[in-house]
């Protein structure tokens, strides 16, 4: 079964600084790969996906991962937060063949501090 | 707008009720989900539905019942509240297995 770990529960960065979020899957073949964000009492959005091809995937609002096959990882990144960056974040993997649902991280919480 | 919508979006129930959520989507997509998040465990997967007619444990069914009653309606039924039920239930949906979820915004659910 897939399985996802994310590192850091808890990070804070200074508006305007770099970010990269750690994501880390286990599965055997070729996931399938996803970013969610939520901010407080709202639902998950999703930012980016990998499925295929090109390891370095753009998303919304500014961020991008790379998905590195060597080191089972799928870290997530953006140049430069803004405060409305404050939020969870989750990643999630999934299986490429059949209809078995997403497993998620238990969540990275970003604070972006001025 | 086009979307998952779930009722209520808050509720207290007492040890022992029984109450259903209700979860709709609009985009007809095949596949759907019940999730439960809570502090530090992130989500976990309660049922899900891969499609119309069919639904499917996930990792945490139990004291939980669901229906799949047509291709837009995914109910999620508590037969007998406990505390340990209290969370934020997420209903979301996708076109297939193998996309990106939509989820609602979440039904905040108080036991006591």
């Known amino acids: 079964a897939q399985s996802v770990t994310q590192p850091d529960i808890h990070i804070t960065v200074s508006e305007g600084a770099s970010l990269e979020l750690r994501c880390n899957y286990s599965y055997g073949a070729t996931p399938y790969l996803f970013w969610y964000v939520q901010s407080p009492g709202q639902g998950l959005q999703l930012l980016l996906k990998?499925?295929?091809?090109?390891?370095l995937v753009q998303g919304i609002k500014g961020f991008e991962a790379e998905f590195k096959r060597s080191q089972s990882s799928f870290n997530l990144r953006k140049p430069s937060v803004h405060w409305s960056d404050a939020a969870e974040y989750f990643c999630a993997v999934g299986r490429n063949s059949g209809n078995t649902p997403l497993v998620f991280g238990k969540g990275t919480r970003l604070s972006v501090i001025a | 707008n086009a979307g998952v919508t779930q009722t209520p979006k808050f509720q207290v129930l007492k040890t022992g009720q029984s109450m259903t959520l209700q979860c709709a989507q609009d985009m007809n997509h095949n596949s759907m989900y019940w999730y439960r998040q809570d502090p530090g465990m992130g989500l976990r997967l309660i049922y899900y539905?891969?499609?119309?007619?069919?639904?499917d444990k996930g990792e945490v069914p139990n004291g939980y019942n669901v229906s799949r009653l047509n291709k837009r309606e995914f109910s999620l039924r508590l037969e007998s509240a406990a505390p340990s039920q209290t969370s934020v239930y997420f209903c979301?949906?996708?076109?297939?297995?193998?996309?990106?979820?939509?989820f609602g915004s979440g039904t905040r659910l108080t036991v006591v």
């Open positions: 979301a949906s996708s076109l297939t297995g193998l996309g990106g979820y939509t």
């Open positions: 990998y499925f295929s091809g090109d390891t």
């Open positions: 539905s891969a499609s119309e007619g069919t639904t």
